[in-house]
């Protein structure tokens, strides 16, 4: 077995960063190498080697591996147990997540966006949804590039990833009073609503998902599909960031990188690794800057970044609500989906929620202790208008991202925080925080409320945010309108092949890492059957 | 953290969270000066220079803005409750950004504080054991 026995304990980057590791009778990262297991230059050899062990990434080394290919998985982050997970929100974000969850997206607005440096990628901290593209969505990706999937082709490896997940609605006993009091103002105004199916496993509805979950329930990549492709002989090499594809611009030969210090990202020894295959599930903002650097950024690479951008309000009760307890995004609703509006619970470590609410000095202080009686709830657009970037930086291996939110765009964003208001009032609400500079701080009543319907809100007025991010690696029919082809395979380099967000030709309208996991699937089918 | 930027930090912190509110609890009585510090140190370079950016702009934010011409840690507290109440007003982005990132940083330190945790935290959830 090529994969180290050893203990995945990487050296603390600096006090109190130590990465401990899951208790020994629960050892899902056993056998994954980890920064102190470097002690020499890595060249290694293998059939394939897989970039990023994220949604995409994990599902096409199990996949690989269990098709009996020879397969190395590389991972840039540290793996993350139990005991690891900080419930600070300053340190979770510093420890978790890239540019010390930092990362904005900069254009006519700054939008903050997040992306996971870890042992399984954005499923350790992120929620748990895993929903379906509607059929519709995949309609509209056939449309603009030609390729030939549709919901029907992918819901085998739908169904395929949920089984294996164990992907199951939110249960009514963790849901708590902030998913409960959002399902009562859909059910008051005839609005479909529905717990969220999410790949957990005896969920405690402790609200932690973003910090990570304590109680292992949370079917994160790095505790299934990782172990999984362990098991069917995949090497698995955490704290190695993959750099530069070797490669003759015909066919792939591998790649080259280094292993960099969890935290910190301090190089330490070079990495070349020969493969026939190279599979590049880096994420969308990764992947292209591995390509650029490689000389393999064409017309497509970086190009067409799109998101789904975010707007929250909270809701505020005459009677406490604890916020704090419930499954993070417990429930949502998929009424408005035709019209790019997905309505959602949302849940956040509570400092990052409370910086929201209004005042300085003692009405700040007045506004937080009220903090249990309010529920936030946010609404995702599919922007399918707007649009971004993402390029290399000269020095360094962190991307430019830019993204500019089309003023029809930001009119949805509003239409849908409307709606959430109109969902709060119906569920008992007695005052609403839009959030919003130039309309008031509290709303107090239904009909104030009426104005975020009327307002002229430009996105610099609102706090925008998006995680899902997509579509900077297009697949399409021709080479001429992308990166790749419907199974990922690179149009021009025999061998490379991406399977990350980057994929989408444009919004999967719901959450994406379900899609991605099924394009994955998809795209290890291909290369097993193209051996 | 210099000496200079401590002060700066401080007076932040009793600003957003003075001392005899209703949270007895202030900001720097929540020990913000040591969590920023320390976060600090743990950011990369690049970073840690973004932030400190952050701190100068509003100490030096009244010499341009008002509503007095001196450094925002010279003011009374009540004209630094302006600065800010200003700044997350102002039709300027970048002012709004700076003021929204500051309450970010200060709102993570205030509530890592575990009696601050308590006091707004009142029912907290049942501990979760893995
Ligand atoms: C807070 C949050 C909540 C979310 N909630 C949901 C949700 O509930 N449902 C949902 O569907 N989606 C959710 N998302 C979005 C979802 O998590 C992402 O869309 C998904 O993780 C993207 O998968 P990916 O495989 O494309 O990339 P990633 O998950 O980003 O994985 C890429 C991996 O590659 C590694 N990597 C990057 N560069 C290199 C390199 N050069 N060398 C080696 N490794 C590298 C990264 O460290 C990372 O682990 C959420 C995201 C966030 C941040
Ligand atoms: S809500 Fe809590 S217990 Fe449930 S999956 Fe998220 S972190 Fe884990």
Same mark, same amino acid.
């Given at each position: 077995m090529p994969g180290s026995r050893r203990s995945h304990h990487p050296p603390s980057a600096e006090r109190g960063d130590a990465v401990n590791g899951p208790k020994l009778t629960d050892m899902p990262h056993q056998g994954v190498k980890v920064f102190a297991d470097y002690t020499a230059p890595l060249t290694l050899a293998c059939e394939a080697v897989v970039v990023g062990s994220g949604p995409g990434g994990a599902v096409v080394a199990k996949e690989l591996a269990e098709a009996g290919l020879d397969v190395i998985l590389l991972e840039e982050g540290p793996p993350f147990g139990a005991a690891d997970f900080r419930q600070d929100a300053g340190a979770s974000l510093r420890r978790t997540l890239r540019e010390h969850g930092m990362r904005a997206a900069m254009g006519q607005t700054y939008m903050p966006t997040m992306q996971a440096v870890a042992l399984g990628g954005g499923s350790l901290i992120n929620s748990a949804i895993c929903a379906r593209a509607p059929a519709f969505a995949l309609e509209h990706w056939r449309e603009r590039t030609g390729i030939g999937l549709t919901r029907a082709e992918l819901d085998p490896h739908y169904e395929k990833v949920e089984r294996f997940l164990g992907v199951e609605p939110t249960r009514p006993e963790t849901l708590g009073r902030r998913n409960q009091l959002f399902k009562a103002g859909c059910d008051a105004l005839g609005i479909s609503s529905e717990p969220t199916p999410r790949n957990v496993r005896g969920c405690k509805g402790s609200g932690e998902c973003f910090t990570g979950c304590r109680t292992g329930a949370k079917k994160s990549t790095d505790v299934n599909y990782v172990p999984a492709a362990i098991r069917a002989g995949a090497r698995v090499y955490t704290s190695v960031r993959a750099e530069r594809l070797i490669h003759d611009g015909r066919a792939i030969r591998g790649i080259t990188g280094h292993v960099v210090e969890p935290f910190t990202g301090r190089e330490s020894h070079a990495v070349r690794i020969t493969a026939q295959t190279v599979v590049l599930a880096a994420g969308c903002m990764q992947t292209p800057v591995i390509l650029q650097k490689s000389g393999l950024g064409g017309r497509w690479v970086g190009d067409e970044l799109q998101f789904h951008p975010g707007l929250a309000l909270m809701a505020i009760y005459d009677e406490p609500i604890d916020p704090w307890e419930g499954a993070t995004q417990g429930y949502h609703s998929l009424h408005f989906l035709e019209e790019g509006v997905k309505l959602e619970v949302l849940w956040a470590p509570p400092a990052i929620l409370a910086t929201r609410l209004p005042g300085i000095g003692h009405l700040y202080q007045r506004n937080l202790l009220n903090f249990d009686r309010m529920a936030p709830f946010d609404v995702i657009a599919a922007a399918e208008r707007s649009r971004g970037k993402v390029r290399a930086p000269l020095f360094g291996w962190e991307p430019r991202i830019s993204f500019d939110l089309h003023k029809d765009d930001m009119a949805v964003l509003?239409?849908?925080?409307? %709606?959430? =208001?109109?969902? =709060?009032?119906? =569920?008992?609400? +007695?005052?609403?925080?839009?959030? %919003?500079?130039?309309?008031?701080?509290?709303?107090? =009543?239904? #009909?104030?409320? #009426?104005?975020?319907?009327? *307002? #002229? +809100?430009?996105? $610099?007025?609102? +706090?925008? *945010?998006?995680?899902?991010?997509?579509?900077?690696? $297009?697949m399409s029919r021709r080479p001429e309108d992308g990166v790749v082809d419907e199974y990922g395979r690179h149009h021009t380099v025999q061998g490379l092949y991406v399977a990350d967000s980057g994929l989408f030709v444009g919004s999967p309208s719901v959450n994406p890492m379900l899609t991605i996991m099924a394009l994955a699937d998809r795209v290890a089918q291909c290369i097993a059957g193209n051996r | 953290m210099r000496q200079n930027e401590r002060l700066i930090v401080a007076a932040c912190a009793d600003t957003l969270f003075p001392p005899g509110g209703p949270i007895p609890v202030s900001g720097t009585e929540a020990g913000l000066v040591t969590y920023i510090a320390a976060y600090l140190r743990k950011l990369s370079r690049g970073r840690r220079l973004l932030i400190r950016l952050l701190f100068l702009f509003i100490e030096l934010s009244p010499l341009v803005f008002g509503p007095r011409r001196t450094l925002f840690t010279r003011l009374q507290h009540d004209d630094r409750v302006r600065v800010f109440e200003q700044m997350a007003g102002s039709a300027m982005y970048l002012r709004h950004m700076a003021v929204l990132s500051l309450r970010t940083l200060m709102t993570m330190g205030y509530f890592a504080c575990p009696e601050v945790a308590a006091a707004i935290i009142r029912r907290p959830p049942k501990e979760v054991t893995p």
């Amino acid at each position: 077995m090529p994969g180290s026995r050893r203990s995945h304990h990487p050296p603390s980057a600096e006090r109190g960063d130590a990465v401990n590791g899951p208790k020994l009778t629960d050892m899902p990262h056993q056998g994954v190498k980890v920064f102190a297991d470097y002690t020499a230059p890595l060249t290694l050899a293998c059939e394939a080697v897989v970039v990023g062990s994220g949604p995409g990434g994990a599902v096409v080394a199990k996949e690989l591996a269990e098709a009996g290919l020879d397969v190395i998985l590389l991972e840039e982050g540290p793996p993350f147990g139990a005991a690891d997970f900080r419930q600070d929100a300053g340190a979770s974000l510093r420890r978790t997540l890239r540019e010390h969850g930092m990362r904005a997206a900069m254009g006519q607005t700054y939008m903050p966006t997040m992306q996971a440096v870890a042992l399984g990628g954005g499923s350790l901290i992120n929620s748990a949804i895993c929903a379906r593209a509607p059929a519709f969505a995949l309609e509209h990706w056939r449309e603009r590039t030609g390729i030939g999937l549709t919901r029907a082709e992918l819901d085998p490896h739908y169904e395929k990833v949920e089984r294996f997940l164990g992907v199951e609605p939110t249960r009514p006993e963790t849901l708590g009073r902030r998913n409960q009091l959002f399902k009562a103002g859909c059910d008051a105004l005839g609005i479909s609503s529905e717990p969220t199916p999410r790949n957990v496993r005896g969920c405690k509805g402790s609200g932690e998902c973003f910090t990570g979950c304590r109680t292992g329930a949370k079917k994160s990549t790095d505790v299934n599909y990782v172990p999984a492709a362990i098991r069917a002989g995949a090497r698995v090499y955490t704290s190695v960031r993959a750099e530069r594809l070797i490669h003759d611009g015909r066919a792939i030969r591998g790649i080259t990188g280094h292993v960099v210090e969890p935290f910190t990202g301090r190089e330490s020894h070079a990495v070349r690794i020969t493969a026939q295959t190279v599979v590049l599930a880096a994420g969308c903002m990764q992947t292209p800057v591995i390509l650029q650097k490689s000389g393999l950024g064409g017309r497509w690479v970086g190009d067409e970044l799109q998101f789904h951008p975010g707007l929250a309000l909270m809701a505020i009760y005459d009677e406490p609500i604890d916020p704090w307890e419930g499954a993070t995004q417990g429930y949502h609703s998929l009424h408005f989906l035709e019209e790019g509006v997905k309505l959602e619970v949302l849940w956040a470590p509570p400092a990052i929620l409370a910086t929201r609410l209004p005042g300085i000095g003692h009405l700040y202080q007045r506004n937080l202790l009220n903090f249990d009686r309010m529920a936030p709830f946010d609404v995702i657009a599919a922007a399918e208008r707007s649009r971004g970037k993402v390029r290399a930086p000269l020095f360094g291996w962190e991307p430019r991202i830019s993204f500019d939110l089309h003023k029809d765009d930001m009119a949805v964003l509003m239409r849908g925080l409307a %709606i959430l =208001s109109d969902i =709060s009032w119906a =569920s008992g609400a +007695v005052g609403v925080l839009p959030g %919003i500079v130039g309309l008031p701080d509290v709303l107090c =009543s239904k #009909e104030q409320a #009426e104005m975020l319907r009327r *307002a #002229e +809100v430009r996105p $610099r007025d609102a +706090v925008i *945010a998006s995680n899902h991010a997509f579509g900077t690696t $297009r697949m399409s029919r021709r080479p001429e309108d992308g990166v790749v082809d419907e199974y990922g395979r690179h149009h021009t380099v025999q061998g490379l092949y991406v399977a990350d967000s980057g994929l989408f030709v444009g919004s999967p309208s719901v959450n994406p890492m379900l899609t991605i996991m099924a394009l994955a699937d998809r795209v290890a089918q291909c290369i097993a059957g193209n051996r | 953290m210099r000496q200079n930027e401590r002060l700066i930090v401080a007076a932040c912190a009793d600003t957003l969270f003075p001392p005899g509110g209703p949270i007895p609890v202030s900001g720097t009585e929540a020990g913000l000066v040591t969590y920023i510090a320390a976060y600090l140190r743990k950011l990369s370079r690049g970073r840690r220079l973004l932030i400190r950016l952050l701190f100068l702009f509003i100490e030096l934010s009244p010499l341009v803005f008002g509503p007095r011409r001196t450094l925002f840690t010279r003011l009374q507290h009540d004209d630094r409750v302006r600065v800010f109440e200003q700044m997350a007003g102002s039709a300027m982005y970048l002012r709004h950004m700076a003021v929204l990132s500051l309450r970010t940083l200060m709102t993570m330190g205030y509530f890592a504080c575990p009696e601050v945790a308590a006091a707004i935290i009142r029912r907290p959830p049942k501990e979760v054991t893995p």
